[in-house]
């Protein structure tokens, strides 16, 4: 078999059969197809696309060729749910304890952050003594106790998806939708679970900029999981603003903690896209038997306080100082040398937010990364005071910025104020759903 054939066979528009994609994937990552030739085909397969079946084949050759996590001695059914990545979007932390809290296992490998959106990793070593780094074993044990573990992704896990992201990312190929499918859907196979929930986020802050892009794209990982023999389901959500009012680390953990003690109303946008997304997890393993049940089940354990009693005590396994998940400790975790109100500057109505912005805006003032090598300051990033539809008066307090250091202060200031748009009149808002996608094959 030779590799330029199979380039040439998908650049006229043909389908790559199982052999042929695992001949690709398995070369590719022992170093006998080199980049350009594997750049030239990631290429076609943008120009040409790729068919359910094939993209599930890449899926599947790209999970095998690492490690692979075996969960089958946890009890139930083991359930992740996966963020295609967005601002102020802190909704692992709330869901996956009020899941554990209802009789799930959530079982989850997650990522750091880069660029203008937050990483769960990060959220999670705010708190101090939190060692994300854990042996398998010890992951397990944690789960089979508490329910609920969350931690970094091993050493070995998709070896192929580094090398490949590492190449799309040089090569203008990252908005193929099956390659960016496949990338996601390997490493959440590779990870052991056997139902995902997906949050495809799309809007000004998140990687698919169109509904149709994200419902393409949600539609494909739910197909892969079910010819991958996995129960799959997608949520697309809006992310044209923050989806909640705290963008930074430590901030962000700080309102998981709020909504689990009861403090963030119904009606919420983050406190609404986490009962969505707990409620999807909870029928997948048949914990609850509707949309209505499951509310109910985990509105219940954030009101007896035992979802915030699962966070807790994942910290204390993890190694964490538990005593600041709560919402007096989770001030001290957030306090900075100083604060600053960024306000309007005229009457109106907020009738559009670039949310990119505002994530790209906590990034300067030190909550996140432009570079992996870039160190995180935990405390620092900023609170919303207003999301799109409200009415402003000149002087209203638009955000308040948390600041350790000086310098980017004044480039987020100006980012910010680019960011939220203030016009005369009233604007229809976006809903926060735009759907539930699950597998047609």
């Known amino acids: 078999m030779r590799f330029v054939d199979l380039i040439e066979k998908k650049s006229d528009g043909g389908v790559l059969s199982r052999e042929e994609i695992q001949f690709m994937v398995n070369g590719f990552v022992k170093g006998d197809i080199p980049d350009y030739q594997m750049s030239s085909m990631m290429m076609a397969i943008l120009q040409r696309g790729m068919s359910d079946e094939e993209a599930t084949e890449l899926t599947m050759a790209m999970m095998h060729s690492g490690d692979v996590v075996d969960l ?15 601002v102020g979007d802190t909704t692992t932390l709330v869901v996956a304890p009020l899941v554990a809290a209802c009789g799930g296992t959530v079982a989850k490998m997650s990522g750091r952050g880069l660029g203008h959106t937050g990483g769960t990793l990060d959220k999670l070593e705010s708190v101090p003594g939190t060692c994300i780094e854990q042996p398998m074993d010890r992951f397990k044990e944690i789960v089979r106790e508490n329910g609920v573990c969350v931690i970094g992704q091993s050493g070995n896990l998709v070896p192929a998806d ?10 203008a190929t990252v908005r193929s939708i099956p390659l960016i499918a496949s990338s996601i ?7 052991g679970a056997d139902a995902i929930v997906l949050d495809v986020k799309t809007g000004s802050g998140a990687f698919m900029r169109t509904k149709e892009e994200a419902f393409e794209l949600a539609q494909l990982m739910c197909n892969i999981g079910s010819l991958a023999g996995r129960k799959v389901r997608a949520v697309v959500t809006d992310m044209n603003q923050p989806l909640g009012l705290a963008v930074g680390n430590a901030l962000e953990v700080q309102e998981a903690v709020e909504l689990l003690s009861n403090e963030i109303a119904e009606g919420d946008p983050l406190y609404e896209v986490c009962m969505l997304l707990g409620s999807q997890m909870l029928q997948m393993a048949e914990i609850a038997a509707d949309d209505a049940q499951a509310r109910a089940m985990l509105k219940a354990h954030i009101e007896d306080g035992s979802g915030l009693k699962r966070l807790q005590r994942m910290f204390e396994l993890l190694g964490g100082d538990a005593s600041y998940v709560n919402v007096e400790g989770m001030r001290k975790l957030v306090a900075v040398k100083r604060l600053e109100d960024l306000t309007a500057d005229s009457d109106g109505y907020v009738t559009s937010m670039d949310a990119e912005k505002i994530g790209t805006a906590a990034q300067m003032l030190g909550a996140g990364r432009a570079t992996k090598e870039d160190k995180v300051d935990p405390a620092v990033g900023l609170k919303m005071h207003v999301r799109v539809g409200y009415p402003i008066r000149k002087g209203d307090i638009l955000c308040t910025l948390y600041i350790n250091r000086e ?35």
């Open 72 to 86: 089958s001695d946890l009890p139930g059914v083991k359930l992740d749910k996966h963020s295609t990545g967005g």
């Open 185 to 191: 859907m390997s490493k959440k196979l590779a990870a």
């Open 162 to 171: 580094k090398k490949m992201y590492a190449l799309r990312d040089v090569t």
């Open 407 to 441: 310098d980017g202060v004044e480039d987020a200031k100006r980012l910010l104020k680019e960011a939220i748009h203030i016009t005369d009149g009233p604007v229809e808002t976006e809903p926060m759903v735009y759907g539930l996608v699950t597998a047609n094959r």
